[in-house]
């Protein structure tokens, strides 16, 4: 499955952003889909993760109740909202996936789980 992340950009502290990763070359509905980060000089880290059915949801600590993730298996798309933004946030936002139907175990916190990539969309919060 190919993924193309997009929506990043230049935002104030409080602000609000909202990315999409549209999906292309599988069937969408049966991946798990996660949202990570990499600020310049650090690791990648989780940031959140929606089930292939959209009915479990988990968020890193440091975004629960700011950020909020989606998908609509229809359009083949996955969401993040981004509210009340900070200087923290700012990063490259990479969305990712793995095949979980039929269903598998993975660490959704780790990178190492995912096997599909989009190639980053950079979000920057102004302070």
């Known amino acids: 499955v190919q993924l193309q992340a997009s929506g990043g950009g230049l935002v104030q502290a409080g602000g609000s952003l909202s990315l999409s990763c549209a999906a292309s070359?599988?069937?969408?509905?049966?991946?798990?889909m996660g949202w990570f980060r990499q600020a310049p000089g650090k690791e990648r880290e989780f940031v959140a993760h929606i089930s292939w059915s959209g009915s479990r949801l988990y968020y890193a600590d440091s975004v629960k109740g700011r950020f909020a993730i989606s998908r609509d298996n229809a359009k083949n798309t996955v969401y993040l909202q981004l509210n009340s933004l900070n200087a923290e946030d700012t990063a490259v936002y990479y969305c990712?996936?793995?095949?979980?139907?039929?269903?598998?175990?993975?660490?959704?916190?780790?990178?190492?789980?995912?096997?599909?990539w989009g190639q980053g969309t950079q979000v920057t919060v102004s302070s």
């Open positions: 990712a996936a793995y095949r979980s139907v039929p269903p598998v175990i993975r660490a959704y916190a780790n990178p190492g789980a995912y096997d599909y």
């Open positions: 070359g599988g069937t969408f509905s049966s991946y798990a």
